[in-house]
């Protein structure tokens, strides 16, 4: 909008946005007349307290004046991804700005357009391409830059709204592309041990971060999904088989009680059973199950109450592999049960 200003002979600082649910004050960084059709302006995303790897960047917003009367058309330059594969709210091949802002972005141009004028507006980020591998966009088929997205128009910080919105666009992404059998994973680890011992598609992988009854609660909600396999290292996916489905530590951490119970249903003696409670780590752990050649049978009660409690709170198949940091599978029982190939 303020680039549409400059064209008509203003220097905005500032420009009032209508959003869905309120109006915004934006302050004008930098505006640019190019010619007498056509003129820049640039902002700066606020760096507020969010982990968002695009916190402070420039955006620019570049309008050009068209006798296409009262049409405003949403393109885009460097910075900003197109989409390459079928599940998202863009098209395949069309630059990945939402729906949402498309509107917010035609709307309040169309408020100051001269009579019988229209307008090209291009989002510009320039530091989009070098932060996109800092983002999910490209395991959601996104490349080449960033994704414009957002309901509101506003960024709330420590939201993890935004967070579990872009995980969840795995799962559309996926189904869109024939796959309804799903491998979950809680993150960089799984993937890669995943990949590393499987015969797999990116899409079939899910990251699931911390959100696990999250995930587990939208793959449900397509009633598409045959069968989900979780997928990763024991420290995260033991959890589970305590009821939590929230893995964050700061939420629960419930590692090595979980451990020292099955380590003593399978028959570990009370000073086994005090080493495993001291210890810090999953890997140290591990350790001592194996001095104790127990480790097989402690995983493969974890795994089954694991699925034990995935089914019966959602309505698909689970299975569960757990591995160690090297890829070592710790419920071998469970190699045959998983709907893929392995290498």
């Not at 089954?304 to 890829?327: A, R």
Request: net charge negative; hydrophobic share 40%.
């Amino acid at each position: 909008m303020a680039a549409l200003l400059t064209i008509l002979g203003e220097t905005p600082e500032v420009v009032t946005i209508e959003a869905p649910t309120s109006e915004l004050i934006v302050e004008i960084k930098q505006t640019k007349l190019i010619n007498q059709n056509k003129a820049s302006a640039s902002v700066i995303k606020p760096t507020y307290n969010d982990p968002d790897v695009t916190r402070g960047i420039k955006i620019i917003s570049e309008v050009t004046l068209t006798d296409n009367e009262n049409c405003v058309e949403i393109t885009a330059g460097e910075g900003v991804g197109k989409v390459t594969k079928p599940g998202l709210q863009i098209p395949v091949g069309e630059f990945a700005i939402n729906p949402v802002p498309r509107k917010m972005i035609a709307e309040n141009v169309k408020k100051y357009l001269p009579e019988g004028k229209g307008a090209i507006v291009k989002i510009i980020i320039p530091e989009g391409k070098k932060l996109a591998p800092k983002t999910m966009n490209s395991r959601l088929g996104i490349v080449d830059g960033i994704s414009v997205l957002g309901t509101t128009g506003i960024a709330r910080p420590m939201s993890s709204k935004a967070y579990t919105d872009s995980l969840r666009v795995q799962i559309d992404v996926a189904i869109a592309n024939g796959y309804y059998d799903l491998l979950f994973v809680p993150g960089n680890i799984g993937t890669r041990i995943a990949k590393e011992k499987l015969v797999i598609e990116d899409d079939e992988i899910i990251e699931m971060s911390n959100f696990v009854g999250f995930m587990l609660e939208e793959a449900e909600k397509t009633e598409k999904v045959n069968s989900i396999t979780l997928f990763g290292h024991a420290g995260k996916l033991i959890k589970i088989a305590a009821g939590i489905f929230n893995t964050k530590q700061s939420v629960a951490d419930a590692r090595r009680e979980i451990m020292t119970c099955y380590a003593g249903l399978v028959g570990a003696d009370t000073n086994t059973l005090k080493n495993i409670f001291e210890c810090i780590t999953t890997e140290d752990v591990i350790k001592i199950l194996d001095k104790e050649n127990i480790t097989t049978e402690v995983f493969e009660l974890i795994s089954d109450k694991i699925i034990e409690l995935c089914e019966l709170k959602f309505n698909i198949k689970f299975n569960v592999i757990l591995v160690k940091m090297d890829g070592e599978i710790l419920n071998p029982s469970k190699i045959n049960t998983i709907p893929f190939e392995w290498k």
